[in-house]
């Protein structure tokens, strides 16, 4: 399917105009492991609370986002576009006099859309998309925002410092001092936020930076995991079982106020679980491949939820859908569009979720790290199509192999250029990465002063 474009949206508005409109709320995790969710099937951390989300609403087995690490994948979320599009391929260095290092200012927010629509726009967690003032929440489309505005964030108070993770948290554009465990705070901040705005439509932008590193959760809660064996792994798990009963205490907040029904839910994490390198970590993104930083299904492929129950019977979906289109999914719901002009990669889940629409929302999705030569992965069907660097491609049925264990290139050539051509066409749509992670500064660095400590 080609990407929506503009005129797909316009065509909703009569309909949807007769509607009302829903709340939307969008919970992201980050870096958390496919496998460690109950409904996933995770067996040593306890998620109540997203597990009946999960048997309450839509279960996605094939969500994906669209980058395997943070601040690419919020933003596609962000715009509902590709962000090879603009750029945005990397995380931003926190860098608060870069006019560069952030969402463009080209680029239209969800949040700038929903406003338009007449909701009222709220972000409470990591922000990650830029320091610049200029790229501050509430120069995005955001009413209101409680955020750690970088790249992750100490759970605990302590003294406040420039660094990025020690930066004090930013209310509406006002320092304030981290005053709970984080993950307490944010979803303090988000019951209120929903509390305060029962009655008008509402957008409220809920982005955990748990269980992010450092690994730092309260001794009380660490203490009830001695099941757990592994001192990083049972850290992590009480930093998860923190973030469920947060997400618990914002869904009673919606029950007790009567929203739940018309609030439409998403819950996804912004890439798979960081393996370090290692073959196993304190994350399981077990039965996938690989985790944070790879193309492989254990860094783009999460757990998946949509949510709401006046239009959504709980059950399972098992075509491919992406962060992307949680975009044009919010924005169909509000009887908006977006006029800017450019184009949009993201669906409307909600026709093809209700059944309403029995194709795939998409037909292709396509991923790429490290700008054009970088790392590529492409699903069209079943078949996914892996490609690193100037390696030969690897290409797995996932509809037999979800571990990409068995490469099949050999034996499908004509499926691997078909999936390499498919490639190619989509890169022309796309553009070189703005700005470096700070991860390849470190590395060029080191390599500079390498080449030339060595030169004669
Ligand atoms: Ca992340």
Redesign the pocket.
């Known amino acids: 399917m080609k990407p929506i474009l503009i005129a797909a949206l316009v065509c909703l508005i009569p309909t949807l105009r007769a509607q009302t409109k829903p709340n939307i709320l969008i919970i992201v995790a980050?870096?958390l492991g496919y496998n460690d969710l109950g409904f996933q099937g995770c067996k040593d951390i306890a998620t109540p609370h997203l597990d009946k989300l999960a048997a309450q609403g839509v279960r996605c087995t094939n969500g994906y986002v669209n980058h395997p690490?943070?601040s690419p994948?919020r933003a596609a979320l962000m715009t509902g576009r590709y962000q090879h599009r603009f750029g945005h391929e990397n995380n931003p260095q926190w860098l608060p006099a870069s006019t560069r290092d952030g969402l463009p200012l080209s680029e239209t927010t969800i949040a700038d859309a929903l406003r338009k629509q007449g909701y009222k726009t709220g972000h409470a967690g990591k922000w990650h998309l830029g320091a610049h003032p200029q790229f501050h929440p509430l120069k995005r489309g955001f009413d209101e925002c409680f955020a750690a505005l970088g790249?992750g964030h100490q759970y605990f108070p302590a003294a406040h410092n420039k660094s990025e993770y020690n930066l004090p948290l930013d209310r509406n554009g006002i320092e304030e001092p981290q005053k709970a465990y984080l993950t307490d705070q944010f979803g303090d901040e988000a019951r209120a936020f929903v509390e305060r705005h029962a009655g008008s439509p509402w957008f409220l932008y809920l982005a955990f930076n748990a269980p992010?590193t450092p690994l730092q959760a309260p001794r009380e809660e660490i203490a009830k995991l001695s099941r757990i064996t592994d001192p990083q792994r049972r850290n992590y798990a009480a930093m998860i079982q923190i973030m469920d009963a947060n997400i618990g205490k914002v869904l009673a907040k919606l029950d007790s106020t009567k929203q739940r029904d018309n609030t439409l839910i998403f819950f996804i994490?912004?890439?798979g679980g960081p393996l370090n390198g290692k073959d196993k970590s304190w994350t399981d993104n077990s039965p996938l491949r690989g985790g944070?930083g790879d193309v492989h299904e254990g860094g783009v492929r999460v757990p998946f939820l949509v949510s709401w129950p006046a239009k959504l019977k709980p059950g399972t979906y098992n075509q491919p859908v992406i962060a992307h289109d949680l975009h044009a999914t919010a924005i169909a719901q509000s009887g908006g569009t977006v006029s800017t002009g450019r184009q949009l990669d993201g669906a409307n889940l909600i026709p093809h979720l209700t059944g309403e629409r029995g194709t795939a929302p998409h037909e292709t999705l396509f991923w790429r790290a490290g700008g054009p030569g970088g790392k590529y992965a492409v699903r069209q069907g079943n078949w996914k199509l892996v490609r690193l660097g100037k390696q030969p491609a690897e290409l797995y049925d996932l509809a037999s192999d979800i571990a990409e264990t068995k490469n099949l290139a050999a034996e499908k050539p004509e499926i691997v250029g078909r999936l390499v051509a498919a490639i190619a066409e989509w890169e022309k749509g796309t553009v070189a990465p703005a700005f470096d992670s700070p991860r390849y500064q470190q590395r060029k660095k080191a390599a500079d002063a390498n080449a030339k400590a060595k030169a004669p």
Do not use: A, R
Request: hydrophobic fraction near 10%; include cysteine; aromatic fraction near 10%.
């Open positions: 980050d870096d690490f943070c994948t790249g992010h994490s912004d890439n944070k």
